[in-house]
T-cell receptor, first 114, second 117 residues
Framework: AQSVTQPDIHITVSEGASLELRCNYS??????LFWYVQSPGQGLQLLLK??????LVQGIKGFEAEFKRSQSSFNLRKPSVHWSDAAEYFC????????????FGTGTRLTIIP | DTAVSQTPKYLVTQMGNDKSIKCEQN?????MYWYKQDSKKFLKIMFS???????INETVPNRFSPKSPDKAHLNLHINSLELGDSAVYFC????????????????FGPGTRLTVT
């Protein structure tokens, strides 16, 4: 079955430390890939997206993600996290069917400790 | 402010009632969506409209009926509310891409927390 998986339900990182959030997908073709962030009590905000081309994509707030076709992964990274990065992070995929349907992973909750 | 707005932010109601949630976007986008986020934070699309035309209609009970009076508004009406309808409902919108096709960039509203008792 087609799916998008975020293996880590909850991650705790010290402020200033590096971060990597994992995302794997299971689709016959390479989908379009996205990372969204949801701060407490807020809607989702797009961090970055990958359609094609350079496999390392830069996003807002200092985040980047790398697409690895061989691993069917699209992991999100940040070299140094800030307390304001504490939030829920969602990986999402879309197939190029033209209807813009996004399928979301189950999310990873990020906690930042001082 | 330009944004996707939803009203109300909180909605508490009893089983069996009928309620509506309103969504408006002033971003000039052509496509709008409704998502449901359950208590485990799982987010699933319910409907999408493109310029008032229904595009996506996932497996949603027909007690849920979206209505788009114009391309800036997409309302969600729910009949005969059930306990399982308790969730956060998000509205989103997206523009067309530069090539005229989908942009896949969705802008979300702040959500409406529906509690059915």
């Amino acid at each position: 079955a087609q799916s998008v998986t975020q293996p880590d339900i909850h991650i705790t990182v010290s402020e200033g430390a590096s971060l990597e959030l994992r995302c794997n997908y299971s689709y016959g073709a390479t989908p379009y890939l996205f990372w969204y962030v949801q701060s407490p009590g807020q809607g989702l905000q797009l961090l970055l997206k990958y359609f094609s081309g350079d496999t390392l994509v830069q996003g807002i707030k200092g985040f980047e993600a790398e697409f690895k076709r061989s691993q069917s992964s699209f992991n999100l990274r940040k070299p140094s996290v800030h307390w304001s990065d504490a939030a829920e992070y969602f990986c999402a995929v879309a197939l190029n069917f033209g209807n813009e349907k996004l399928t979301f992973g189950t999310g990873t909750r990020l906690t930042i400790i001082p | 402010d330009t944004a996707v707005s939803q009203t109300p932010k909180y909605l508490v109601t009893q089983m069996g009632n009928d309620k509506s949630i309103k969504c408006e976007q002033n971003l000039g986008h052509d496509t709008m969506y409704w998502y449901k986020q359950d208590s485990k934070k799982f987010l699933k699309i319910m409907f999408s409209y493109n310029n008032k035309e229904l595009i996506i209609n996932e497996t949603v009970p027909n007690r849920f009926s979206p209505k788009s009076p114009d391309k800036a508004h997409l309302n969600l009406h729910i009949n005969s509310l059930e306990l399982g309808d308790s969730a956060v409902y998000f509205c989103a919108s997206s523009p067309f891409g530069t090539s005229g096709g989908p942009s896949y960039e969705q802008y979300f509203g702040p959500g409406t927390r529906l509690t059915v008792t």
